[in-house]
């Protein structure tokens, strides 16, 4: 088995897609657009209408459907505890009661509403990173954060910070996905005991990884430091960014459609009893 | 009593861009006793073949059996088998974990549930066969330098009383000393206690040396699989996979050249054709001129 293998958020995979060559300013701000309007959302009708948005996205990124979904894997726990959470402690209308616990009408909705947010959060999150390497996520967000470095905002160094953990996510899969397989090789049980059992097996997984982090993160700061690495003032770009028509129109193009889907959402409470 | 692979293959990330074809129908057979290289370089497959071996991968296409055991998901007979084939990964020093040495070599043995005593006995043994003295049994591991470390990892395979050892690049960033002592323990433990063993390289010169038996693999295909002596003569055509003969061959051809006896396995014509180079270059005056210059 390869254990880590379903972790697909972090990635970048290179394909020669639309989405792919889209400026990462244009990702970025349609990204954060999306995400607005995921939390705007009431209605299971436009949770079904993003999802279908998610498989259209995925088509023109070149993508496997699949490898998309892998992404929300990592949540998938939290996204369970925090729909249990509020299915059984939210008050409203009683339907069912399993001992001291009620779960409610209002509960239902609420655990399905908060559950889809935080899947689609991730998906879409995911295919930024899915869609833009690293070093085009970095100069994007140093491009729009740019305006505030007059008032002091280190825009470079947030930048780099953020291209050097995403950048670190495959490999430190890949070093824990090898120190899991390592101790296994030696009879660790990994996945065997309760709750307890699993995290005190996991400790001779976490401390070689934490030692490999720590000196990974010694090796990356000498090699930045050798080569004269001083931050962004007077860097110049091999390739410098370039925004183009179609980054307009595909950026005007996810505007709309969460303005359609939004009216779509105030309009359907006529009809259709909202999630929220 | 054997590791028996047979056309085994495996593709990691099927159905998406990402998808790579590992191995395609590999068949060899490891013996009890016996030494089998694998070579090859980066990204043939080398390492996925290993992991097989050991059952933290299970075969997608073909089979592996470890002494009549099956290597499947599900089987049940997992954990068998990884008691059976040791297996040591490349850079093994990072996967140390424990406050002493001693309990890092007894992790394995303790893991196979072993008694206390018999825990004891198998750490003194397996920290004698590579040279860590008792005195250090109570320091970290953390606290020794990078050859040291590996001998630690090592000897916490070996307290496991494997019947197959398996070793990828074990001999992977230590200096001469350190790898001419592994690889004479690695002999010493074939001959001594019949461990089959089966190593992972791209040193071509050390596979002709210690194995009984080269697996020489490209792009995930067996491209060779026969004797050291049966390997020399297929260089030529080895070189079209990226594998420079080994330097004492072309240290050979050049003593030759000068006119010094060099006794060798393998006629005039083969040796050049492995150099790549023509085979009445030895006998030309002016190129052992050129060499003696």
């Known amino acids: 088995m390869r254990f880590l293998n379903h972790m697909t958020f972090g990635q970048y995979i290179p394909t020669e897609s639309l989405i792919h060559r889209l400026d990462p300013r244009c990702k970025i701000l349609a990204t954060t657009l999306l995400l607005t309007g995921i939390f705007l959302a009431d209605h299971a009708v436009v949770y079904i209408l993003w999802g279908v948005a998610l498989i259209v996205l995925a088509g023109a990124s070149k993508l496997p459907i699949r490898m998309v979904l892998g992404s929300a894997r990592p949540v998938l726990i939290l996204v369970l505890f925090t729909g249990l959470l509020h299915l059984f402690f939210t008050d409203g209308t009683p339907l069912v009661s399993v001992g001291p616990l009620v779960i409610t009408r209002e509960g239902i909705r609420l655990a399905a509403a908060m559950s889809f947010r935080l899947v689609f959060l991730v998906l879409f999150a995911s295919f930024l990173t899915l869609t833009t390497s690293p070093m085009e996520l970095a100069d994007g967000i140093e491009s729009l954060f740019s305006p505030l470095v007059r008032f002091g905002f280190p825009a470079h160094e947030l930048a780099m910070m953020m291209t050097i953990s995403l950048r670190f996510i495959p490999t430190l899969l890949d070093e824990t996905d090898r120190i899991m397989k390592a101790q296994i090789a030696r009879g660790a049980m990994l996945d065997q005991g309760n709750f307890f059992r699993r995290l005190q097996s996991f400790l001779p997984v976490l401390i070689p990884l934490f030692v490999i982090v720590f000196q990974r993160a010694e090796d990356l700061a000498v090699a930045m430091e050798s080569r004269c690495y001083k931050g962004g003032s007077g860097r110049t770009r091999m390739n410098p960014l370039c925004w183009k028509n179609s980054d307009s129109f595909a950026l005007l193009g996810v505007a709309l459609g969460i303005v359609l889907a939004e009216c779509a959402d105030r309009n359907l409470s006529w009809f259709v009893t909202p999630l929220l | 009593m054997s590791i028996v692979v047979s056309a085994l293959g495996y593709t990691y990330h099927p159905g998406t861009p990402l998808e790579t074809v590992a191995l395609e129908d590999i068949s060899f057979q490891l013996e009890p006793g016996q030494w089998i290289s694998v070579v090859g370089h980066t990204g043939s497959g080398k390492s996925t073949l290993a992991q097989h071996l050991n059952g933290l991968l299970p075969p997608q296409r073909g089979s592996v059996e470890v002494d009549g055991i099956p290597c499947r998901k599900g089987e049940g007979r997992l954990r068998e088998i990884r008691r059976i084939v040791g297996l040591v990964f490349q850079y093994p020093e990072q996967q140390l974990f424990a406050e002493t040495v001693f ?144 330097d004492i061959l072309a240290l050979s051809s050049r003593l030759l050249s000068r006119g010094c006896s060099v006794p060798l396995t393998w006629d005039w014509e083969t040796l050049a054709n492995a150099l790549n180079r023509d085979p009445s270059f030895i006998l030309r005056k002016n190129e052992a001129d050129e060499c003696a210059s």
């Open chain 2, 103 to 246: 309990d890092e070599i007894s992790y394995a043995p303790r893991n196979w549930s072993c008694p206390e005593q018999e825990v004891e006995r198998r750490v003194r043994t397996a920290a004698e066969r590579l040279g860590i003295p008792e005195a250090t049994f109570q320091r970290s591991p953390f606290h020794f330098s990078g050859g040291e470390k590996r001998k630690i990892a090592i000897a916490s395979v070996l307290a496991a009383s494997p019947r197959y050892l398996v070793l990828d690049e074990p001999t992977a960033g230590l200096d001469t000393t350190s790898r001419k002592e592994l690889l004479a323990l690695l002999k010493e433990l074939r001959s001594s206690e019949g461990l089959g063993i089966l190593l992972i390289t791209h040193d071509l010169e050390m596979a002709l040396e210690m194995s009984s038996r080269i697996l020489l693999l490209h792009e995930g295909r067996r491209f060779f699989w026969g004797t050291p002596d049966e390997l020399l003569p297929e260089l030529t055509e080895r070189n079209a996979v990226r594998l420079a003969p080994p």
